[in-house]
T-cell receptor, first 114, second 112 residues
């Protein structure tokens, strides 16, 4: 069974440009999460989808970030326009719709904003 | 403000000895705790979990201890192996279960 896949693995863009990150969760997983880790810091929650609905987007830094999950399958996270402080590794994770379940993480998308 | 704290950024242990990784939390509503292991250029992988109704959970060489009164949990690895060298993250969630809060990680090096 395929795990959580993320694309691209690494993106280098200039300040002011736009980047879209994609996440394909494990098939059948209704919960999808986006997290971000800035160098040396904690893995910080961005938002949580249950199927196609945003359950909690309290961790989104500002309105330059837009996440979608059309049809309850894959998800995209768009940063527009990107700023220097957006650099970091963006992780996607998915889990089954149950309490006390584990999160399955993708390998992450490293974003570097110059 | 960080609700899950791992105050030791790094730890070195001799192969065969015990590794003890610590984690503190501030939110008394947390009732489910997990440990993740992360290798470079990979995503975190689940290691072991514990719910607040227990104070210990064991899985092979890995044991997690929870002290609710101290808001503290620890991960014991016995015996430590070189392949255990990785960054270990502690995570916690509230009883609403919407999101997981992670610590900053502890980099474990097991010396052969």
């Amino acid at each position: 069974e395929a795990g959580v896949t993320q694309f691209p693995s690494h993106s280098v863009i200039e300040k002011g440009q736009t980047v879209t990150l994609r996440c394909d969760p494990i098939s059948g997983h209704d919960n999808l999460y986006w997290y971000r880790r800035v160098m040396g810091k904690e893995i910080k929650f961005l938002l949580h989808f249950v199927k196609e609905s945003k359950q909690d987007e309290s961790g989104m830094p500002n309105n330059r970030f837009l996440a979608e999950r059309t049809g309850g399958t894959y998800s995209t996270l768009k940063v527009q326009p990107a700023e220097l402080e957006d650099s970091g590794v963006y992780f996607c994770a998915s889990s089954q719709l149950q309490r006390y379940g584990e999160l399955f993480f993708g390998e992450g998308s490293r974003l570097t904003v110059l | 403000d960080q609700q899950v704290k791992q105050n030791s950024p790094s730890l070195s242990v001799q192969e065969g000895r015990i590794s003890i990784l610590n984690c503190d939390y501030t939110n008394s509503m947390f009732d489910y705790f997990l440990w993740y292991k992360k290798y470079p250029a990979e995503g975190p992988t689940f290691l072991i979990s514990i719910s607040s109704i227990k104070d210990k959970n064991e899985d092979g060489r890995f044991t997690v201890f929870l002290n609710k009164s101290a808001k503290h949990l620890s991960l014991h690895i016995v015996p430590s192996q070189p392949g255990d060298s990785a960054v270990y993250f502690c995570a916690a969630s509230e009883n609403t279960g919407n999101q997981f809060y992670f610590g900053t990680g502890t980099s474990l090096t097991v010396i052969p």
